[in-house]
């Protein structure tokens, strides 16, 4: 995932990237039967999707613990 593509998830809202990693894990498993068939040629996208979940579920993690800090002070 390139550095443009970072800022612009922390700019999505809280649904959006839970949307966005629902669509990653769904397309992870595909790779993951691909890889199962012997069909997948690049087995490294495997572990660029899992690490671009994770960069993902960070980012919700850190909005999730903003709110609910805001949330607290009010």
Not at 38 to 49: A, C, D, E, I, P
């Amino acid at each position: 995932m390139k550095t443009k593509e970072k800022k612009e998830l922390s700019l999505k809202s809280v649904k959006e990237l839970s949307n966005l990693i629902i669509g990653a894990k769904d397309a992870l498993a595909g790779l993951k039967l691909e890889k199962v068939q012997n069909k997948l040629k690049n087995t490294s996208q495997l572990t660029r999707k899992r690490k671009e979940i994770a960069q993902m579920m960070t980012v919700l993690r850190i909005k999730e613990l903003a709110e609910v800090k805001s949330g607290k002070k009010k």
